[in-house]
């Protein structure tokens, strides 16, 4: 395919011809950045705890910068040539060149806001969403602008090579580089650019015949003499082989396939360094065996020292510091087995904290009123650490709003998990002045109670909802973890005849439908065990207050639903973009589908403007009837293994229909024309004084601030420099002209 050199105005031409709004790809000028306060929290913790915390931070930033090598081609190169830039000299005094050299107001601020998106999202592709960023000033004034930099007068052979590398890409939305995907369907690094889903489901069923899993690797394919070879790479600082960890070429149906090792070797270095450093001030051996497992993994590649490491991660019960590090969330995979580097550091929130205890300590007495049956739970329920956290540093695309790892199945299913909600994430991003598609009554009430109903919702969800369910095996032995012969499907009536066999996972089975789908699950447990008020209760909720709240966490989920899900739509490929998105979009045509007026929606203004309603009346008949059969279903098939069935319900409720009582598609117009920006964090740094004194620095929440704490953060200009070796590394797997 060829390159097209455009500029902004051939970008509104090209994408008006393709029917895409440019609005879908830019940030605004108006972007909002939001601060994530934690200052009271740390400022609570011991020195040791605060060195802790800093090694731990310095170690998820670094490995976090892996994440742009795994977004797209030139997500590196483009961080690489910004870093450059704003390391050199201050904002003032580049905004001062820029003038001088005739940008104006606006098309400086549209440069600095696509330096922030390009940092907190890890690259040039959102988090939430998948969809490409592309700046929002024409290419000659983006060009001018970098060579108004002292780094372009320093260095101008430095700055014009990256420049000329990318200059064409970063504005390119033809085609698939409109968002992430596998093969046509979009850009991604997990596979070279010459794999398809083909390639894919091979490399799977080789994984599965040696008994291994994905999270830490990347495939590249090579063709020589009409045969397929397929690398597969595994993320770790040693290069050479080992033969318990990598393996030599084999043939493989009549490909051949080996497993390397080294993949993002020197970004890698910093994060062993700082975990050795993190384990000088651990409060416990359980915390310095976990520590030493995790630098094992990122030495070695050895994904059996990460899981090790989680085992140990489990067993450390209401740490003042918590963390977690690794390949962790399958999302951004198309092939849903990879994962994305991720690194977080929080401080327990001991108030909040205290009501998720209780939540937990209630569980076993919630979970029998899940509606799939004892034979189709866990054997026991294996009782998490349940925290609310303050987060110091969250590495990686995009800040959650809930944890449940780990994601190991062996590790989830018979040893346990943890629940993490991130409390100051929750209130910061969750106030809209403004609520779109509703009533005015019910905008104030959302406003009065969506933070605290979704403080309930994010509770049942991790714990209740990603905790439970069992997956019906049968074991290495030939024996079962189920009755089989005995136990029925209560879909069919019929003797279970289907269920995992040894080496299938759920990632495995599910692929790239087992993200939304596990997603979607869970939320339909928070919707139906919010019900229950012994369980508002417990949040601090009774009375009329406790039936608000109710209200709230269907109609705000709902709300998503309709209002922001479809911003995570294709329409050219029909493919949804995010696993949320497309999970709460499914639970409201779920709810739609369940009939009664339960849950309408009206085109309120012809073209313009449309009316969600709930009736509360009917959430405790219509709606629970209609989410528990559905959740019944969900979990019938996740425990069979019957992703056939899975596959034909889900993808019927993910439809997006262009006609009929919900016309979704064209609706999506409307949608989008009432679309507000995902705000951006700003996160704070630590800084070590003297020889142990740890100082947190906060930055103002607005474009300068982010691109300051960013540049503080990596202070070095060797972070370009390494990141550029990276991508140099991989240049061969994906070249820009394939793209």
């Not at 909002?32 to 800093?54: G, Q, R």
């Not at 294996?382 to 709003?401: K, Q």
């Not at 279903?633 to 993910?654: N, V, W």
Request: proline share 4%; hydrophobic share 35%; charged share 25%.
């Amino acid at each position: 395919m060829f390159i097209l050199r455009i500029n902004q105005s051939s970008v509104r031409l090209l994408s008006t011809k393709m029917g895409e709004d440019i609005s879908l790809f830019t940030l605004p000028n108006n972007q909002p950045v939001i601060s994530l306060e934690c200052e009271t929290a740390f400022n609570a913790l011991t020195k040791n705890e605060k060195l802790y915390a800093h090694y731990l931070s310095q170690a998820a930033w670094h490995g976090g910068l892996i994440v742009f090598v795994q977004t797209s081609p030139e997500s590196s190169l483009i961080f690489a040539l910004l870093h450059k830039i704003f390391i050199t000299e201050t904002i003032d005094e580049l905004k001062k060149s820029a003038l001088d050299a005739g940008i104006n107001e606006d098309e400086f601020t549209a440069f600095l806001v696509y330096t922030c998106g390009i940092f907190a999202n890890a690259g040039n592709y959102k988090s939430f969403g998948d969809s490409k960023i592309i700046p929002n000033l024409p290419k000659d004034k983006f060009e001018t602008l970098i060579k108004s930099s002292k780094a372009y007068k320093d260095n101008s052979k430095d700055i014009e090579k990256i420049w000329n590398r990318i200059q064409n890409i970063i504005y390119n939305i033809n085609g698939k580089l409109k968002s992430l995907g596998l093969g046509e369907k979009g850009v991604t690094t997990y596979f070279s650019a010459n794999c398809t889903d083909k390639d894919a489901e091979l490399v799977n069923e080789f994984m599965q015949k040696k008994g291994l899993e994905s999270y830490n690797a990347r495939c590249f394919k090579t063709t020589a003499e009409n045969i397929d070879t397929y690398e597969i790479r595994l993320a770790c600082v040693k290069t050479d082989n080992d033969p318990h960890i990598t393996l030599p070429e084999e043939i493989f149906q009549n490909a051949k396939f080996k497993i390397t090792r080294g993949d993002y070797s020197k970004l890698l270095v910093s994060v062993v360094e700082n975990l050795r450093k993190a384990k000088e001030y651990a409060a416990n051996e359980i915390e310095k065996n976990m520590l030493d497992k995790y630098i094992e993994h990122f030495e070695t590649g050895s994904l059996q020292a990460h899981k090790d490491g989680s085992r140990f991660w489990i067993k450390n019960r209401g740490p003042v510091v918590e963390t977690y590090i690794g390949f962790i969330e399958t999302y951004r995979d198309p092939a849903g087995q990879r994962g994305e580097f991720e690194g977080f550091v929080a401080m327990v929130n001991k108030e909040m904290s205290k009501k998720f205890a209780t939540l937990v300590d209630n569980a076993e007495k919630f979970i029998p009123k899940l509606p799939w049956g004892k034979e189709f739970e866990k054997d026991e329920f294996l009782r998490p650490d349940f925290t609310s956290l303050d987060v110091l540093t969250f590495s990686g695309s995009g800040i959650p709003a809930g944890i449940n790892i780990p994601n190991y199945d062996e590790i989830r299913q018979s040893e346990g998990f943890k629940n993490v909600s991130l409390g100051n994430v929750i209130p910061a991003n969750m106030k809209l002045d403004i609520i779109p598609f509703l009533s005015e009554h019910d905008q104030t009430l959302m406003n009065t109670y969506r933070v605290a109903s979704f403080e309930v919702q994010v509770g049942l969800h991790e714990l209740l909802g990603h905790g439970t369910g069992k997956l019906l095996r049968q074991l290495e032995d030939g024996s079962y973890n189920f009755d089989n012969g005995k136990v029925k499907n209560p879909l069919t009536g019929e003797l279970i005849n289907k269920f995992f066999l040894p080496g299938e996972t759920y990632d495995s089975k599910f692929g790239s439908l087992g993200s939304s789908y596990e997603e979607c699950r869970a939320e339909a447990v928070g919707l139906y065990l919010s019900l229950e008020k012994d369980i508002l209760s417990i949040f601090g909720h009774e009375g009329p207050v406790a039936d608000d709240i109710i209200y709230v966490n269907w109609l705000s989920l709902l709300w998503t639903g309709c209002a922001k899900a479809l911003e995570m739509y294709q329409p050219s490929t029909k493919k949804w973009l995010q696993a949320h998105s497309q999970a709460r979009y499914v639970v409201l045509r779920v709810c739609l589908e369940a009939g009664n007026d339960f849950v309408n929606v009206i085109e309120s203004e012809p073209g313009k403007n449309l009316l969600l309603t709930v009736d509360r009346s009917k959430i405790l008949t219509v709606g629970k009837r209609a989410i528990g059969d559905f959740l019944t279903k969900l979990q019938i098939y996740k425990s069979t293994g019957d992703i056939e069935a899975a596959k034909e319900m889900y993808e019927k409720y993910s439809e997006v229909p262009e006609t009929g009582p919900h016309p979704w598609a064209r609706w999506r117009n409307i949608i989008l024309a009432h679309k507000e920006p995902r705000k951006i964090f700003v996160q704070s740094n630590t800084f070590v004084k003297g020889t142990s004194e740890v100082q947190l620095k906060n930055y103002e929440p607005n474009f300068a601030g982010l691109i300051q704490s960013w540049m503080e953060r990596f202070s070095s200009t060797n972070t370009s420099e390494i990141l550029t070796e990276v991508w140099k590394k991989d240049e061969q797997h994906f070249s820009f002209e394939n793209n």
